[in-house]
């Protein structure tokens, strides 16, 4: 049964299934792995249920986005093995008094700038799955990765194809980069273990959503295997820095194909 299957009326069932949509549109041969926001701000700074990180982070999503941490952890284990680019997102640094946030404030009425959500290291990206040297560090204002960011410069001089992404929240991030992702005309996966939601309904509907009409939501197991199933050392010329990684971790080899 997927996720968004308690969720879905008998009328939407019906209308899906008469519409089309939802078809596999499969991924090319050139895959980043992007890994969205998965920082203390987000998932606070320790592993405990969703109701008791609120009291201190507001947007933290708790053992939700640690569980998903774990098994990106996993998926990356495979991406850093083949030599594929990881690209992470997390947010800007903010100003002392504020400005510049835009409307992030206007649909929030909880006003707690005292509170440790607005430490300097609220943006540090969990340890479990911490950038490695080879990989890209984004820092971004706006829900997408796209927004004001290198990102689509570095899809292009990587020659890339596919974007598989991580990360959250599902509702926010995660889906306006996947939004603007199709509209780039790149192949979207999205991973459903490896993504999380502050809500339980918003995470599983934003995923069917986006597996109707703009991506592909797979499983770890089957965007592992697409990973693996890829020959090592693909973007070695476009970022040699790759190669160096692969080949010094431990059972890395020199092949590239």
Not at 95 to 104: A, F, H, K
Not at 141 to 158: C, E, I, Q, R, W
Request: aromatic share 10%; proline share 5%.
């Amino acid at each position: 049964m997927a996720v968004w299957d308690p969720f879905l009326t008998e009328r939407d069932r019906q209308v899906f299934a008469g519409t089309g949509h939802g078809r596999a549109a499969g991924f090319g041969r050139r895959p980043v792995v992007m890994v969205i926001d998965v920082n203390y701000f987000f998932c606070g700074d320790v592993r405990e249920p969703i109701l008791e990180s609120i009291k201190r982070w507001r947007n933290g999503c708790g053992e939700e986005g640690w569980a998903a941490a774990d098994r990106i952890a996993e998926l990356l284990a495979v991406a850093h093995r083949q030599g594929i680019p990881v690209i992470y997102s997390t947010g800007t640094e903010r100003r002392p008094d504020g400005w510049g946030r835009g409307r992030w404030g206007d649909k929030v009425s909880r006003k707690d700038p005292a509170a440790v959500e607005a430490a300097a290291y609220a943006n540090t990206i969990l340890p479990a799955v911490a950038p490695q040297p080879q990989d890209l560090v984004i820092r971004k204002a706006k829900p997408s990765v796209f927004f004001g960011t290198l990102l689509a410069s570095y899809l292009v001089d990587l020659a890339a194809d596919t974007i598989i992404v991580t990360g959250g929240v599902t509702s926010g991030c995660v889906r306006a980069t996947v939004v603007d992702g199709f509209a780039y005309n790149y192949r979207m996966g999205v991973v459903e273990e490896c993504t999380f939601d502050r809500g339980q309904a918003t995470h599983a509907l934003n995923l069917f959503d986006l597996q109707q009409k703009y991506a592909d939501v797979i499983s770890l197991q089957a965007a592992g295997d697409y990973l693996a199933s890829l020959p090592a050392g693909l973007f070695d010329d476009q970022m040699p820095s790759l190669r160096g990684a692969r080949e010094a971790a431990p059972g890395g080899s020199r092949a590239t194909g």
